[in-house]
């Protein structure tokens, strides 16, 4: 097996190479300064030079609000670039994975989405990872699909590290606690890609830490486990207006990775707790 990573700079490429190394599997990672997502011929080109038998393709336009005024940006990574790697990967027979999210989801009710429910995205960024999926789907049998949601790793800026930011420089901070999801840790997700690329076993999977909370508990549960004297005030969405809508219900199911025979990722709060003591045998807190 030979696998290119992309978006090596990024929390999950990171993760996803250092998964790849400790297995000793040949890998390459390459982010924005090796090529542009958007430029099909040097997608083509890099991807052929390099002839992987799986493409990981963890880069993408990640700034969700940014997005909803950098519309042509978004979906020039989002959907022109995934289209770029599908064509690539189709040219060397490569299997790709392709990680989503779970805002290709419209975010109504309060029952965990399953794969195949009715994509209705709500905001550009969504949008442009679901064109991303159809690029995917409609061209390639070897693919995994992968959504994800709130994603935190070492390697980049988080949720996580926001919290420990403002945990330490003021007594109380206000978070929405009416959307609702599953926290996951890129070192976990890592992990599972790592095993999902071992088999054969291609389809659309949602991959999350276990259990679902909402941003509010998952704050306070930073606060407390780090020992930061910091009150978490849950506010309602309509009370923190961001320029991108954000759905209430982003629970996934996992049937998919079940009937597959795919172990769960841990709960969130055991992910928490080794991401914070990872952080701190870094230095970072
Ligand atoms: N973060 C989340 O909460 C979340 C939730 C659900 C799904 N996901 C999905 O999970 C995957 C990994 O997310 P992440 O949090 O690891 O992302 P990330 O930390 O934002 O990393 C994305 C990487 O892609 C690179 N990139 C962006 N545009 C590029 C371009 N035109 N050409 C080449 N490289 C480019 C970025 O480089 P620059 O920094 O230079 O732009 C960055 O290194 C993404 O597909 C994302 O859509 C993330």
Known sequence: MRVLVTGVMGQLGHDVVRHLSEHGIEHKGVDREDFDLGDAEAVMRAVQDYCPTVIVHCAAYTAVDRAESDMEACFRVNAQGTANMVRAALSVDAALVYISTDYVFGGEGEEAFETEDAKNPKNIYGLSKFQGELAVCHQMTKYFIVRTSWVYGVHGNNFVKTMLRLGSSR???????????????????????????????????????????????????????????????????????????????????????????????????????????????????
């Open 171 to 285: 007594p109380q901070v206000n978070v929405v606690c009416d959307q609702i999801g599953s926290p996951t840790y890129s070192w976990d997700l890592a992990a599972l890609v790592c095993r999902m690329i071992r088999t054969k076993k291609y389809g659309i999977y949602h991959a999350t830490n276990e259990e679902f909370c909402s941003w509010a508990e998952f704050a306070a549960a930073i606060m407390e486990k780090a020992h930061l004297n910091c009150r978490v005030n849950p506010i309602p969405t309509s009370e923190y207006p961001t320029p991108a809508h954000r759905p209430c219900n982003s629970r996934l199911s996992k049937k998919s990775l079940d009937a597959a025979g795919f172990s769960r990722l841990p709960s969130w709060e055991d992910a928490l707790d080794r991401y914070l003591r990872e952080l701190s045998l870094e230095g970072m807190i």
